[in-house]
């Protein structure tokens, strides 16, 4: 039996959000929870906490996919831990919600930005250095805001006990899709049901893909965007990243560090980011 069969027909509130962060895997995040067979999420990102507030609750509803009452609805928008009112607004829907972050070394997911923002411009000549990038007018603009995962974290926390918040590294996400989703499964209360046979290490994209012939791959089709030869997800992931010079580099790593242990100690947990291992 798959998802479509086991649905009444209703659409139902998420209970679950992954709320952010951007460019930390939220969509693979996204796409392999929707593996579970008792999990249904909406393709898109419905940005109803932040852009889409005002069309109203019955608007948001609507926008899920059908489910079964056993059965867990999950949206993502990774904008919404960045908005303090998107946040409030959150807990005012259901203070008991469960909430996914997702947080990746910051300089890749600076590098991953940068690649995203310029992505249609070919010619080096027509974008700014990585470096200028980052510095601009403000080396904080590009740079704090991509790297202070602590600060919005800590957001969450005023609003939400710790124990409705899990926080996950698009790295684990990257080496290790299945230890990721067992953690994922216990954290929303799943019977267990990711199994190896779910993912497959494609070498080209650096990263895992569904493997189209596991018994839980029909779950995801109709709620992920795939290449049907591949089973990865969206073409525009696993974009090359630009090179950095070694003493923006340097600069960069000691610049950030301090963010890092600051969101090592408010989580009570710490990322082994290659970027941060060496200077
Ligand atoms: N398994 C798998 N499949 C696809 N993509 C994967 C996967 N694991 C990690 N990633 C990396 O996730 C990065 C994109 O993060 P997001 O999906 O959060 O980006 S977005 O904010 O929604 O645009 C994007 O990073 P970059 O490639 O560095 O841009 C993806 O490579």
Redesign the pocket.
């Known amino acids: 039996m798959d998802k479509s069969d086991s649905d009444d027909g209703q659409r139902r509130f998420p209970k679950a959000l992954i709320i952010?962060?951007?460019?930390?895997?939220?969509?693979?995040?996204?796409?392999?929870v929707s593996l579970h067979p008792d999990i249904v999420s909406p393709l898109e990102?419905i940005r109803f906490f932040t852009l889409n507030y005002t069309k109203g609750l019955e608007w948001y509803r609507l926008k899920m996919p059908p489910s079964s009452e056993s059965q867990i609805t999950i949206e993502?928008t990774?904008f919404y831990i960045m908005d303090r009112e998107a946040l409030q607004r959150i807990r005012e829907f259901n203070a008991s919600i469960k909430l996914i972050i997702?947080v990746?070394d910051p300089i890749?997911?600076l590098?991953?930005?940068y690649?995203?923002t310029f992505r249609n411009v070919h010619d080096p000549a027509d974008r700014p250095s990585f470096k200028s990038w980052c510095q601009g007018d403000a080396f904080s603009e590009h740079v704090v805001r991509f790297v202070d995962y602590a600060s919005h974290i800590s957001a969450v926390y005023d609003l939400f006990p710790k124990s409705q918040i899990l926080v996950l590294s698009?790295?684990a996400?990257?080496m290790d899709?299945l230890s990721v989703m067992k953690e994922a499964e216990m954290f929303l209360g799943l019977r267990a049901s990711f199994s190896k046979y779910d993912?497959v290490f494609?070498k080209d994209?650096?990263?895992?893909?569904f493997n189209m012939t596991s018994p839980n791959y029909p779950n995801i089709i109709n709620s992920v965007k795939l290449n049907p030869d591949t089973g990865?997800?969206?073409g525009?992931?696993?974009?090359a990243?630009p090179e950095i010079e070694e003493d923006f580099f340097k600069q960069l790593v000691r610049a950030i560090r301090p963010h890092n242990e600051q969101l090592f100690s408010l989580i009570g947990k710490r990322f082994d980011w290659d970027n941060f291992k060496e200077l």
Request: aromatic letters at 12%; charged letters at 30%; hydrophobic letters at 20%.
């Open positions: 952010g962060f951007s460019k930390c895997g939220t969509t693979a995040l996204r796409a392999f990102e993502k990774p997702s990746r890749g997911r590098q991953s930005q690649a995203h698009e790295e996400l990257e899709p993912f494609n994209k650096g990263f895992y893909c990865c997800i969206g525009e992931k696993g974009r990243h």
